[in-house]
């Protein structure tokens, strides 16, 4: 699937290979330490919110989950 933005959809991919490769790799045998694909995740969310803005996307409301992020209720 593709980003958003067109110009996101590599980082997008680095993002999604890293975390699955940990998912699978480390996260599932019980390995719970820290994403190391946070560095990636954040260059893919600064693209992703430039891109929002650029096509003038409306998000009011919205909330969005991520790293460091409360789920609703915690």
Not at 44 to 62: R, T
Not at 64 to 72: D, I, L, Q, R
Request: charge should be negative; glycine fraction near 10%; include cysteine.
């Amino acid at each position: 699937m593709n980003s958003v933005g067109e110009g996101c959809t590599e980082l997008k991919s680095e993002y999604d290979q890293c975390f699955n490769r940990w998912f699978a790799e480390k996260f599932l045998k019980g390995d719970r330490g820290e994403d190391p694909c946070i560095e990636l995740f954040k260059k893919y969310q600064s693209c992703v919110q430039k891109a929002i803005k650029e096509k003038d996307i409306p998000i009011d409301g919205v909330e969005f989950m991520g790293p460091n992020k409360e789920k609703p209720g915690s």
